[in-house]
């Protein structure tokens, strides 16, 4: 996770540079960076003439910002670059007396909050949370989407559904009978008993298919797409739901694949043909594959290799006119 600080005067430069180094002690796997005004050149830190500027190019590029500032200044440089609070970063402000980090945007999905009791418990501060199922200790529809790092299918939907919780109503989430949420195997559908005419409901698709893909050199990136397409529906599953597609370190500059997955949204994980052999015997391999690359296999192990290990394949190996593609499904953690 990549994390900003951003000061505007040489006090708080100075604080964000402590707080990054005592961070730094607690979340090993977080990036920080530390933004000062180079008329104060505070040392260690990545030194900026104009602050809008930059806000305004690298606020996407992160996953976190912290401002150390009044809250005015942050609401007006950021209230043009605000698109929807399923894909903005956190926002979080700490007063430049030390006393406060306030979650002020992208609370939940965002991470926002999680990250301000995060901060306020190394650094010594008051954690200010304001949403209202936080508040009142209560949990919201797209907390349980960002735990289980799923998407929502819309967000009315879960704003709705939040709204019951929030006001004391009950609201279920509903699996068969026969299926947990620490399942490996998602419901293929459910049975609503009820005598309500009107029901609010959202739905939540988990981020847990790894597709992987094979591909002759030149492929078309239409192709792939088509192809990628045919095999979800094929087997009844959701775009939504692939976290990400992997391939063999020879086809990392594949342009037609990078254009798929560039358009798919989605991030493409290289894997070497080094860590493919150490688990292609487990897989049915090619003569021919080995020949031209050097292992017997591609989709399938690339697909393993890039998962948390703990799932299944539901698709082992799916052939289109020089394509292949495999499709592991991770066991999806029960959210605490």
């Known amino acids: 996770m990549r994390l900003a600080f951003w000061t505007v005067t040489k006090g708080a430069g ?3 540079r402590e707080y990054k180094e005592k961070l730094k002690e607690h979340l ?12 104060y050149d505070v040392e260690n830190t990545i030194q900026i003439e104009d602050f809008t500027s930059n806000i305004n190019e690298k606020f996407s590029q992160y ?3 912290i401002f150390i500032m009044a809250s005015g200044i942050v609401i007006r440089k950021i209230a043009s670059l605000i698109g929807t609070k399923d894909k903005d970063p956190a926002v979080l402000l700490i007063d430049e007396g030390k006393h406060f980090v306030i979650s002020l945007l992208s609370g939940h999905l965002g991470g926002a909050n999680e990250l301000t009791h995060s901060l306020a418990n ?26 289980l790092n799923a998407e929502l299918e819309d967000l009315k939907s879960a704003k709705d559904v939040t709204s019951l919780i929030v006001n004391g109503q009950k609201v279920n ?49 239409e192709d792939i797409l088509s192809a990628i397409e045919d095999c979800l529906d094929k087997n009844n599953l959701d775009i ?85 593609i495999s499709i592991y499904e991770e066991e999806i953690n029960k959210y605490e």
């Not at 090993?28 to 008329?39: C, G, M, Q």
């Not at 190394?122 to 735990?147: M, N, R, Y």
């Open 14 to 16: 100075n604080i964000a």
């Open 28 to 39: 090993k796997d977080y990036e920080i960076d530390v933004f000062t005004l180079k008329k």
């Open 122 to 147: 190394i650094l010594k501060l008051v954690p200010v949370i304001t949403t209202s199922s936080d508040v009142t200790g209560k949990i919201a529809v797209d907390t349980i989407s960002q735990k």
């Open 173 to 221: 989430i509903l699996l068969p009978k026969n299926v947990k949420v620490t399942d490996k195997n998602s419901a293929d559908g459910f049975i609503l008993i009820s005598n309500k005419k009107n029901i609010e409901y959202t739905r939540i698709y988990p981020k847990n298919l790894i597709l992987g893909i094979g591909c002759k050199k030149d492929t078309k990136a």
């Open 240 to 324: 939504k739901s692939v976290k990400k597609i992997a391939t063999v370190d020879v086809k990392e500059n594949e342009k037609g694949l990078i254009d798929a997955v560039k358009f798919l949204n989605l991030d493409l994980e290289i894997i070497s043909r080094e860590e493919i052999k150490k688990v292609q015997d487990q897989f049915d391999g090619s003569d021919f594959v080995e020949k031209n690359i050097g292992v017997r296999a591609v989709s399938e192990p690339v697909a393993l290799l890039s998962s948390t290990g703990k799932g299944k394949f539901l698709v082992m190996k799916e052939k289109y006119n020089g394509i292949t």
């Open 63 to 65: 996953d976190g910002h």
